[in-house]
């Protein structure tokens, strides 16, 4: 069985210097992942300053007055700006050494009914953090991604893989020396369902089990779960590890959704209402041809880019991944038991209040 995220020890410690005395922006910073992200960067690490931008203002203004935020006060910044905005990203970007790149429309029933202001957060809004970026000599942007931009069947997960591609790209617009350095790079990292975070399935089903009836699109459908403190130690890791034009993905276990079902309400009649627009039966992280340039490691796979400057040797200590080799929620190796979802949904609670307490 692989060894996945979900069974690693995460020691933040491991990457103490990687903030030492650096300017960290967020986008999305208000959101689910950018507070647990602010809060381990703050607890863990001498960053020099971290720029929340986001174009909430009330969400802002809660944020500031959380207590640990006030505590940290002297080092964060509250940044209001849509993404959509080239001169305000400009403007947040100056003196920016890391960016992580968290914002985006993400409802799929909302992309599909308003598929331009998708377009215009999700695809031109990447396409200004890469410009700014460049122009404001930002080190490093790693954005993040999701596993509805492999194999794209609805227009979130269209926009977010023109997302993915236009960051990678980015490093070939970024100047770079002989041996492909780039003076600002670009990764990208992608993952699946987030444990706690807004509009996740397990308060979705404790809400839905309250009136007698649990809704189940299919009973054979897959997903795969990582949490919140898994995905922030993940794009940790990925900042770390980043030469640029890299696609980092987890190893994380899947659920199947009858089993998520039986455990959070056991009494309580399910009901199947069939696939919506725009679900899959099951979500893939790693398709069959990106595969193809894709290293394994103990707990990741990388997929590298095909760029001309690439330095080829860069994941030698990878293993080649078999010809037809696809990483999906279905042919996932490792299964959550009934008694781990147990423990996950008994832990969702902390879990979704993790960026609201300190860590």
């Known amino acids: 069985m692989r060894v996945t995220l979900w069974d690693e020890k ?34 863990h690490y001498r960053v020099r300053k971290l720029i929340i931008y986001s174009r909430d203002e009330l969400k802002q203004f809660d944020m500031s007055n959380d207590p640990f935020f006030r505590e940290h006060q002297n080092k964060v910044r509250f940044f209001i700006g849509d993404v959509r905005d080239k001169e305000r990203v400009h403007r947040a970007l100056t003196g920016v050494d890391y960016v992580i790149h968290a914002a985006a429309l993400k409802q799929v029933p909302s992309c599909e009914y308003n598929p331009f202001e998708a377009i215009k ?52 617009y970024s100047k770079g020396d002989e041996q492909g350095e780039r003076a600002t790079k670009f990764a990208v990292v992608r993952y699946g369902n987030v444990v706690g975070s807004r509009g996740s399935v397990i308060p979705f089903f404790k809400e839905q089990a309250k009136n007698g009836v649990l809704p189940i ?54 009901e199947v209402i069939g696939i919506r627009p725009g679900e899959k039966l099951h979500e893939v992280l790693l398709p069959k041809d990106e595969a193809q340039n894709a290293f394994e490691f103990d707990s990741m796979y990388v997929i590298e880019p095909n760029l001309h400057w690439w330095n080829k040797g860069v994941y030698k200590k990878g293993k080649r991944l078999p010809e037809g080799f696809e990483y999906n929620s279905e042919n996932n190796e490792r299964f959550l038991s009934e008694s781990e979802i147990a423990a996950l949904v008994n832990e969702s609670d902390a879990e979704e209040a993790y960026s609201k307490s300190s860590v």
């Open 10 to 43: 995460i020691d933040f410690s491991k990457y103490e210097n990687l903030f030492a005395d650096k300017t960290v922006l967020i986008t999305g910073g208000t959101g689910s992942f950018g507070k647990a992200f602010a809060k381990v960067v703050l607890t």
């Open 121 to 172: 957060t999700n695809v031109l809004g990447a396409e200004n953090i890469i410009n700014e970026a460049i122009d404001s000599g930002v080190k490093k942007v790693l954005a993040l991604s999701t596993d509805k931009a492999a194999n794209p069947i609805n227009l979130y997960g269209a926009t977010k893989l023109c997302s993915d591609k236009l960051f990678i790209a980015g490093n070939a």
């Open 217 to 270: 699109t299919d009973e054979r459908m897959t997903r795969f779960m990582i949490t919140l403190k898994q995905g922030v130690y993940l794009v940790i890791r990925s900042l770390e590890l980043m030469h640029g034009g890299e696609l980092f993905i987890p190893k994380i276990p899947s659920i199947r959704i009858t089993d998520l079902a039986k455990v959070i309400a056991p009494k309580v009649r399910t």
